[in-house]
């Protein structure tokens, strides 16, 4: 068995961020192209037979795409400064499961393929998981088409730029049908597992989240002229905007509530902004407590921008209930694996959009750190080991494999 490591060892200059460390590779970018490029070729170099579907997603199949097919797999693409394991991880265990697999002279009794789902952290357009969510018909295709970068550049005229007829992209319910089950391996991204001592677990389920634009419009003006007293600054209401994220989601036992990314326009030293906004990321176990969330930070973002003489709006920009992964399958992954423990996810994922249409189950491994969306994201090699085996264990399982 090639070692996840090992694997990630050969993409560990791909995409590095000299500004925060770690790696910024978002969708189509140079580093990810790169990266899906190193996926077709160690798929293709075990003779893996592989495919770029409408909606961009990249399969590697074992034997001949078929129907009852059993699927892993991952993404490939990260948040700005990101770790080297949130998607990747998933992806080389993929690998390491099959080369382990072979090893073991075990031969899948159905189609067994490795997914690579591109845009599943929603940093170039916005939206999480795209790929999936065009796949289950849970985004309208127009939507995604019309979404935008940081550039300017629409998705449609990116992903034709990489080969992807963007007129194609949608429900693929003849793909859904095919898939008899989905299990994805995922670096755990908090600290439950190393609470618990556990290098492998599974995941129960997923909190709802979802993506919420702010934005606080004023009057711009010149920073030495115009008189305190007589300023409408859009920058003020989205201080305390932020701050009010923090107060009302603390006071929700289980919520998070976050301000990660705001842009004042124009952004200048010496120029009171016009407008600014600002995107903030909510969630909740229950989506009623997520909804009263964003009700009450919209009625508090209507006050602060009253008294500093602005004007807000609130768009909604993405939205994923809370999802509880299939219970027979991940019941049966406990009984291949042992009791291990079960886990909530903070964190959204491929699986909890495709768990709405086919049975899904999540694999985690331990992060002793217990950080992720950042640089000090760690695994252990012999963690990875783990996971790898534990994933080449359940498709084994679940392919019906014959030695
Ligand atoms: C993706 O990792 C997310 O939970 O935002
Ligand atoms: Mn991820
Ligand atoms: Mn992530």
Redesign the pocket.
């Known amino acids: 068995m090639e070692q996840p490591m090992a694997l990630l060892g050969q993409i560990a200059d791909v995409g590095r961020d000299g500004r925060r460390g770690g790696y910024s590779r978002p969708v189509h970018s140079t580093a990810e192209n790169e990266l899906r490029e190193w996926f077709v070729a160690a798929a293709e170099q075990r003779g893996l037979l592989v495919e770029t579907d409408r909606n961009g997603i990249l399969w590697a199949w074992w034997g001949q795409p078929g129907p009852d097919a059993v699927v892993t797999g991952s993404h490939l693409d990260s948040v700005p400064g990101g770790g080297a394991f949130?998607g990747p991880l998933g992806v080389a265990s993929a690998l390491s499961a099959i080369d382990l697999m072979r090893r073991r002279g075990q031969r899948p009794g159905r189609p067994l393929a490795v997914a690579v789902f591109p845009e599943e952290?929603g940093s170039r357009f916005g939206v999480?998981c795209i790929g999936s969510r065009l796949m289950a018909g849970s985004i309208d295709p127009d939507k995604a088409r019309t979404l935008t970068d940081a550039d300017g550049n629409t998705l449609a005229d990116v992903y034709r730029a990489n080969g992807i007829a963007p007129e194609h992209l949608g429900e693929d319910g003849d793909r859904l049908a095919g898939i008899r089950q989905f299990v994805e391996l995922h670096i755990e991204q908090g600290r439950g597992q190393v609470d618990l001592g556990a290098p492998v677990a599974v995941a129960g389920s997923i909190l709802g989240?979802g993506r919420w634009k702010l934005t606080f419009r004023g009057q711009g003006n010149h920073a030495g002229t115009t008189l305190m007293a007589d300023r409408a600054d859009p920058m003020v209401a989205a201080a305390q905007a932020v701050v009010a994220v923090r107060r009302i989601a603390a006071g929700r036992p289980g919520a998070r509530g976050t301000v990660g990314r705001l842009s004042p326009i124009p952004g200048g030293t010496n120029v009171i902004a016009s407008q600014v906004d600002l995107w903030v990321d909510v969630r909740h176990r229950q989506d009623a407590v997520t909804a009263s969330i964003v009700e009450e930070l919209y009625a508090a973002a209507g006050l602060i921008a009253a008294a500093e003489g602005c004007t807000v709006t609130l768009t909604e920009e993405s939205l994923s209930p809370t999802v509880r992964f299939n219970e027979g399958l991940t019941a049966e992954l406990r009984t291949v694996l042992g009791a291990v423990p079960v886990l909530e996810s903070g964190?959204?994922h491929d699986a909890g959009v495709l768990a709405a249409r086919i049975p899904t189950a999540m694999l985690f491994v331990r992060n002793p750190t217990g950080v992720s969306h950042a640089p000090q994201e760690q695994i252990e090699t012999a963690d990875a080991d783990a996971g790898a085996v534990a994933l080449a264990d359940v498709l084994a399982h679940l392919t019906r494999t014959t030695e």
């Open positions: 949130d952290e999480a989240h964190a959204g």
